[in-house]
């Protein structure tokens, strides 16, 4: 049973080039989030969504983010115009289940972003 | 507003020690959740354990072992027997509903030989 994927692993983009993060999740889930991870730092919840729908993008920046979970291929997190401080570890997430209780993720190996 | 706090950025132990991980928690919700991940040097999450407020029972599993008192509103994590392979950064989490979690910075522990 694979587990949570994530593609690229790594990723080296210039200031002003756009980033495009893929995540499939794991077999059977429907549930999948974005979480940010800054050196040294917890993560931080960013969006989360459902098949064609975004459930909470509390933490998603304003501008030049966006997040996607389409009908059919994996979620994509896509950074416009990226800046230095875009610098960091991408995790996306999956859950069987969602509603009012918490339950288990499934972290995927996450993508590290580098902006030169 | 909801908040972890991990008070211990590293811990340093040589190999068969104990060594406990503090997670302290914050939330004004009566029914939430409690997890903790462990982030080892290769980068990616792995799930140890949900706990919910209704169940103060403490757990264990293996040489893992976790300690939940709401008295005092915390979530601590014990490694009895510490391995080198437990040389990891552990991050406890909290869910007050829905599907968003608040992560603490995490506690780097390192297991020497």
């Known amino acids: 049973n694979a587990g949570v994927m994530q593609n690229p692993r790594h990723l080296v983009r210039r200031r002003g080039q756009e980033a495009r993060l893929r995540c499939s999740p794991m077999k059977g889930h429907s549930h999948v989030y974005w979480y940010r991870q800054l050196p040294e730092e917890g993560l931080k919840f960013m969006v989360y969504?459902?098949?064609?729908?975004?459930?909470?993008e509390s933490g998603m920046p304003k501008e030049r983010f966006s997040a996607e979970f389409p009908k059919e291929g994996p979620s994509i997190l896509r950074i416009q115009q990226v800046v230095r401080g875009d610098s960091a570890a991408y995790f996306c997430?999956?859950?069987?289940?969602?509603?009012?209780?918490?339950?288990?993720?499934?972290f995927g190996p996450g993508t590290r972003l580098t902006v030169t | 507003a909801q908040k972890v706090t991990q008070a211990q950025t590293e811990i340093s132990v040589v190999e068969k020690e104990d060594v406990t991980l503090d997670c302290v928690y914050e939330?004004?919700?009566?029914?939430?959740?409690l997890f903790w991940y462990k982030q080892p040097p290769s980068g990616e999450l792995v799930f140890l354990i949900r706990?919910?407020?209704?169940?103060?029972q403490n757990e264990i599993s293996g040489r893992y072992s976790w300690n939940f008192q709401k008295s005092t509103s915390s979530f601590n994590f014990t490694i009895t027997a510490s391995q080198v392979v437990d040389s990891a950064v552990y991050f406890c989490a909290l869910g007050t509903g829905f599907q968003k979690l608040v992560f603490g910075t995490g506690t780097r522990l390192l297991v020497s030989p």
């Open positions: 997430a999956s859950s069987a289940r969602g509603g009012r209780r918490t339950y288990e993720q499934y």
């Open positions: 706990r919910n407020s209704f169940d103060e």
């Open positions: 939330t004004r919700d009566t029914t939430y959740y």
């Open positions: 969504l459902q098949k064609e729908n975004i459930i909470d």
